[in-house]
């Protein structure tokens, strides 16, 4: 059972752009929320995190949004860069023990 | 800062042979470390956590005798592939964590294991 759901599978931004990735989860026990970015080959690196006492995290240009009652996070990228092109991965926790990753979603920012 | 580090970052053996592959933090002690292993664009599968000085705990349907798992130090965790197959071809790439009471994972950069 996926306890993380993760969409779009693929997102395809133009330069400038906002990029917008969805996760949504079941277990309400989960108290942390991370966003990974992995590039090819490389393992992943913490982006931006969350927990459930906020709605709104941001940290320059990458911003999450959490709404608690209906159990969903969102990673939105402002102002998408080539470099940003990667696959990114949300994921969920509950007391610092094993995490619950998405099925990632693949983001091409096209010049 | 917190640094993971992974050797080697490639390694291509025979059928049969055992591989190791070294996780170390560089600048913090990691009471607990996982093993991920990951397919090609696929997410990451946690095949076990181990904590320092005592038996890692595997996830179901991962073969303990197969992948072993040391974690030594509060710096230093190891797995070992034995009798690596082809099918255990794979990205496997270590975390750590800095302590209870914390929750963030700091990933290694991974190691591309491709068993001929």
């Known amino acids: 059972q996926q306890q993380v759901k993760q969409s779009p599978q693929s997102l395809i931004v133009q330069k400038g752009g906002i990029s917008i990735i969805n996760c949504a989860y079941e277990n309400t026990a989960f108290d942390y929320f991370p966003w990974y970015q992995q590039f090819p080959g490389k393992g992943p690196a913490l982006l931006i995190a969350?927990?459930?006492?906020?709605s709104e995290k941001k940290e320059g240009r990458f911003t999450i949004s959490f709404n608690k009652s209906a159990k969903q996070f969102s990673l939105h990228i402002m102002d998408s860069q080539p470099g940003d092109s990667a696959t990114y991965f949300c994921a969920a926790s509950m007391g610092g023990n094993q995490f619950y990753f998405g099925t990632g979603t693949s983001l091409t920012v096209i010049p | 800062g917190a640094v993971v580090s992974q050797h080697p970052s490639r390694v291509i053996c025979k059928s049969g042979t055992s591989v190791k592959i070294e996780c170390r933090s560089l600048d913090f002690q990691a009471t607990t470390m996982f093993w991920y292993r990951q397919f090609p664009k696929q997410s990451l599968m946690l095949m076990a956590t181990?904590?320092?000085?005592?038996?890692?705990?595997?996830e179901q349907g991962v073969e303990k005798d197969k992948f072993l798992i040391n974690h030594a130090s509060l710096t230093l965790s190891t797995l070992t592939v034995t009798s690596a197959h082809p099918e255990d071809s794979s990205f496997y790439i270590c975390s750590a964590s800095k302590g209870q009471g914390t929750d963030t994972q700091y990933f290694g950069p991974g190691t591309r294991l491709t068993v001929l």
């Open positions: 969350i927990r459930p006492d906020v």
């Open positions: 181990s904590n320092e000085g005592s038996k890692a705990t595997y």
